[in-house]
């Protein structure tokens, strides 16, 4: 995994009200303390962030806090929507962006998005990028094919100064909140197919450098064979994001790795 430090997040989605957050922070900040080889961040609705960081604050705890979504304007008339500030004034320096939820369930379109990984880059946030494809275009052949051109149109013309700040989630569609999983094997070749967009649309140290998490049913049982794919340099979490003793094998499993593969942290 050369010396990139690896990455869990627990995407949270639309679930939880705000005693749970409260209580998922508070379990996760005790409990995370000594998982010093990696980062965590999580991303619970935006109307938790407030408690979250709040509550992760208290417990002077390392889990980052991020955002599931912004809007790319920094303010005016957009109904509904959420700014990179307001979600950087309550604590959130990470965000997704590009969720296969967006893109399939809510519509996203690809220039939205570029838009929106281009703003939170050129503001300094942590910007989590999601690709995938779908079970049909799996099953066609084009996963490959996807993920590039998902990652061409996201990151056009992007200059990235710090590639810490830049996190490429590779989630195929079929196996979000499926209970299916992409084999360890068929994970790394798409994530090394990644890796060799990123060098072509930056450089080599630069793709180097990029994390590459895997997203799509993480479970405790399949957690490490994942994450000790060279490639593959951890995981963003939904399901099992909302048991604490789950995420913690998951993040455990990350730190394990790390710590086998002599990551500098
Ligand atoms: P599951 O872990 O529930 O499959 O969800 C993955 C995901 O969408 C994380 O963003």
Known sequence: MASRRPYVGGNWKMNLDRNGAVALCRDLAQETLTLDAIQIAIFPAFVHLDAAHATLALAKSNVMLGAQDVYPEPDGAFTGEISIAMVQDFGANHVLVGHSERRHVIGEPEPLIRQKTRALIEAGMTCVLCIGETLDQRESGDTNAINESQLRSALRNLTIDDPQRLV??????????????????????????????????????????????????????????????????????????????????????????????????
């Not at 490490?224 to 794919?229: D, G, N, R, T, Y």
């Open 168 to 265: 490429i989630a590779y989630e195929p569609v079929w196996a979000i909140g499926t209970g299916r999983t992409a084999t360890p094997d068929d994970a790394q070749d798409a994530h090394k197919h990644i890796r060799a967009v990123l060098a072509d649309l930056f450089d080599e140290n630069t793709a180097n450098a990029i994390r590459i998490i895997y997203g799509g049913s993480v479970k405790p049982d399949n957690a490490a064979e994942l994450f000790s794919q060279p490639d593959i340099d951890g995981g963003l979490i939904g399901g099992a994001s909302l048991k604490p003793n789950d995420f913690l094998s998951i993040c455990t499993a990350a730190q394990e790795t790390s710590r086998a593969e002599g990551v500098s942290t």
